[in-house]
Protein backbone atom coordinates (compact mmCIF):
# COMPACT_ATOMS: atom_id res chain seq x y z
CA UNK A 1 0.00 0.00 0.00
CA UNK A 2 1.58 3.84 -1.01
CA UNK A 3 1.34 6.78 0.67
CA UNK A 4 1.99 9.98 0.11
CA UNK A 5 3.61 13.52 1.95
CA UNK A 6 5.07 16.57 1.59
CA UNK A 7 8.95 15.94 0.59
CA UNK A 8 11.15 17.98 4.23
CA UNK A 9 15.01 18.27 4.19
CA UNK A 10 15.40 15.02 5.23
CA UNK A 11 14.28 13.57 2.14
CA UNK A 12 16.76 15.83 0.35
CA UNK A 13 19.35 13.24 -0.10
CA UNK A 14 16.80 10.03 -1.60
CA UNK A 15 14.95 12.57 -3.64
CA UNK A 16 18.77 13.56 -5.33
CA UNK A 17 19.66 10.10 -5.43
CA UNK A 18 16.29 9.51 -7.27
CA UNK A 19 16.32 12.06 -9.75
CA UNK A 20 19.46 11.25 -10.23
CA UNK A 21 18.43 7.55 -11.49
CA UNK A 22 15.69 8.82 -13.38
CA UNK A 23 17.76 11.16 -15.29
CA UNK A 24 20.11 8.25 -16.18
CA UNK A 25 17.57 5.88 -17.17
CA UNK A 26 16.20 8.58 -19.37
CA UNK A 27 18.84 9.07 -20.97
CA UNK A 28 19.80 4.96 -21.77
CA UNK A 29 16.27 4.93 -23.03
CA UNK A 30 16.79 7.45 -25.52
CA UNK A 31 14.61 10.47 -23.63
CA UNK A 32 16.37 13.69 -23.74
CA UNK A 33 13.85 14.90 -21.28
CA UNK A 34 16.20 15.89 -18.29
CA UNK A 35 19.39 15.66 -19.38
CA UNK A 36 22.51 15.36 -16.44
CA UNK A 37 21.75 18.04 -13.88
CA UNK A 38 17.84 18.49 -14.12
CA UNK A 39 16.26 18.82 -12.00
CA UNK A 40 19.50 20.24 -9.65
CA UNK A 41 20.10 20.04 -6.12
CA UNK A 42 19.09 23.93 -6.20
CA UNK A 43 15.80 23.25 -7.77
CA UNK A 44 14.64 20.29 -5.52
CA UNK A 45 15.84 22.10 -2.33
CA UNK A 46 13.96 24.99 -3.36
CA UNK A 47 10.76 22.82 -4.18
CA UNK A 48 11.07 21.21 -0.58
CA UNK A 49 11.18 24.36 1.46
CA UNK A 50 8.40 25.99 -0.83
CA UNK A 51 5.82 23.01 -0.21
CA UNK A 52 5.76 21.41 -3.79
CA UNK A 53 7.60 18.56 -3.62
CA UNK A 54 6.10 15.13 -2.71
CA UNK A 55 7.21 11.69 -1.63
CA UNK A 56 5.57 8.52 -1.97
CA UNK A 57 6.11 6.11 0.36
CA UNK A 58 5.67 1.97 0.29
CA UNK A 59 6.68 0.26 3.81
CA UNK A 60 7.83 3.93 4.63
CA UNK A 61 10.18 3.96 2.24
CA UNK A 62 10.79 6.50 0.08
CA UNK A 63 9.66 4.83 -3.30
CA UNK A 64 8.70 7.89 -5.88
CA UNK A 65 8.64 11.67 -5.93
CA UNK A 66 6.84 14.42 -7.63
CA UNK A 67 5.95 18.02 -7.78
CA UNK A 68 2.69 19.75 -7.65
CA UNK A 69 2.09 23.48 -7.93
CA UNK A 70 -1.34 25.17 -8.49
CA UNK A 71 0.26 27.08 -12.07
CA UNK A 72 2.25 26.60 -14.51
CA UNK A 73 3.67 29.61 -16.60
CA UNK A 74 4.79 26.96 -19.40
CA UNK A 75 1.42 26.11 -19.67
CA UNK A 76 -0.17 29.78 -20.42
CA UNK A 77 0.03 29.43 -23.86
CA UNK A 78 -0.41 25.82 -25.90
CA UNK A 79 -0.36 25.10 -29.52
CA UNK A 80 -4.07 22.63 -29.65
CA UNK A 81 -6.48 23.60 -26.77
CA UNK A 82 -6.51 22.47 -22.68
CA UNK A 83 -9.63 20.53 -21.63
CA UNK A 84 -10.23 23.10 -18.84
CA UNK A 85 -10.71 27.05 -18.20
CA UNK A 86 -7.11 26.78 -15.92
CA UNK A 87 -8.49 25.75 -12.76
CA UNK A 88 -5.70 23.26 -12.25
CA UNK A 89 -2.90 21.34 -10.89
CA UNK A 90 0.28 20.94 -12.68
CA UNK A 91 2.57 17.66 -11.84
CA UNK A 92 5.61 17.48 -12.92
CA UNK A 93 9.21 15.68 -11.96
CA UNK A 94 7.45 12.25 -11.88
CA UNK A 95 10.32 10.06 -10.99
CA UNK A 96 10.18 6.41 -9.39
CA UNK A 97 13.09 4.74 -7.11
CA UNK A 98 14.78 1.85 -9.30
CA UNK A 99 13.87 -0.66 -6.49
CA UNK A 100 10.27 0.42 -7.06
CA UNK A 101 9.87 0.90 -11.10
CA UNK A 102 7.09 -1.54 -11.97
CA UNK A 103 5.27 -1.79 -8.54
CA UNK A 104 2.78 0.70 -9.59
CA UNK A 105 4.07 3.79 -7.77
CA UNK A 106 3.94 6.08 -10.74
CA UNK A 107 0.64 5.12 -11.23
CA UNK A 108 -0.78 5.47 -7.63
CA UNK A 109 0.58 8.98 -8.26
CA UNK A 110 -1.61 10.29 -10.68
CA UNK A 111 -4.96 8.05 -9.86
CA UNK A 112 -4.45 8.81 -6.20
CA UNK A 113 -2.28 11.63 -4.67
CA UNK A 114 -2.40 14.20 -7.41
CA UNK A 115 -6.19 13.88 -8.01
CA UNK A 116 -6.38 14.46 -3.78
CA UNK A 117 -4.02 17.25 -4.19
CA UNK A 118 -6.37 18.80 -6.89
CA UNK A 119 -9.06 18.19 -4.87
CA UNK A 120 -7.74 19.73 -1.57
CA UNK A 121 -6.38 23.01 -3.45
CA UNK A 122 -10.74 22.71 -5.38
CA UNK A 123 -8.79 22.46 -9.00
CA UNK A 124 -10.93 20.60 -11.60
CA UNK A 125 -7.78 19.47 -14.03
CA UNK A 126 -4.47 17.70 -13.58
CA UNK A 127 -2.60 19.07 -16.36
CA UNK A 128 1.12 17.06 -17.63
CA UNK A 129 3.94 17.83 -20.04
CA UNK A 130 6.46 14.82 -21.35
CA UNK A 131 8.85 14.68 -23.84
CA UNK A 132 7.73 12.38 -27.32
CA UNK A 133 10.47 10.24 -26.72
CA UNK A 134 8.98 9.57 -23.04
CA UNK A 135 7.97 6.44 -23.67
CA UNK A 136 6.72 4.78 -20.43
CA UNK A 137 5.17 8.47 -19.39
CA UNK A 138 3.21 8.05 -22.34
CA UNK A 139 1.82 4.79 -21.56
CA UNK A 140 1.55 5.66 -18.12
CA UNK A 141 -0.68 8.88 -18.87
CA UNK A 142 -2.35 6.74 -21.67
CA UNK A 143 -4.07 4.12 -19.06
CA UNK A 144 -4.70 6.82 -16.57
CA UNK A 145 -7.10 8.36 -19.34
CA UNK A 146 -5.35 11.65 -19.44
CA UNK A 147 -6.09 13.46 -23.21
CA UNK A 148 -3.49 14.81 -24.92
CA UNK A 149 -3.82 18.93 -25.87
CA UNK A 150 -1.33 20.05 -28.20
CA UNK A 151 2.53 21.17 -27.76
CA UNK A 152 4.07 23.42 -24.93
CA UNK A 153 7.49 25.27 -25.30
CA UNK A 154 9.40 25.17 -21.54
CA UNK A 155 11.13 28.50 -20.74
CA UNK A 156 14.36 26.96 -19.80
CA UNK A 157 15.65 25.44 -22.91
CA UNK A 158 12.72 26.38 -25.13
CA UNK A 159 12.06 22.80 -26.03
CA UNK A 160 8.86 21.28 -27.46
CA UNK A 161 6.64 18.92 -24.47
CA UNK A 162 3.53 17.15 -25.34
CA UNK A 163 0.63 18.38 -23.47
CA UNK A 164 -2.03 16.22 -21.77
CA UNK A 165 -4.89 17.21 -19.31
CA UNK A 166 -7.57 15.24 -17.12
CA UNK A 167 -10.27 16.67 -15.66
CA UNK A 168 -11.15 14.86 -12.15
CA UNK A 169 -14.45 16.69 -11.77
CA UNK A 170 -16.34 19.28 -13.00
CA UNK A 171 -16.73 23.23 -11.80
Known amino acids: MFSYRKANREDLNDVLQIYSSAQAFMESNGNPQWGRGFPDKTDIFGGILGGIIYVVLKDGEIAA ?12 EIEGRWLSDGNYLAVHRVAVKDAFRGTGAAKYILKTAAPEIAASRGRISIR ?7 APMLGLLASQEFVRCGTVHLFRDDSRRVAFEKIIRQN
Not at 65 to 76: I, L, Q
Not at 128 to 134: I, L, Q
Open 128 to 134: MDTHEKN
Open 65 to 76: VFSAVNHEGNYD
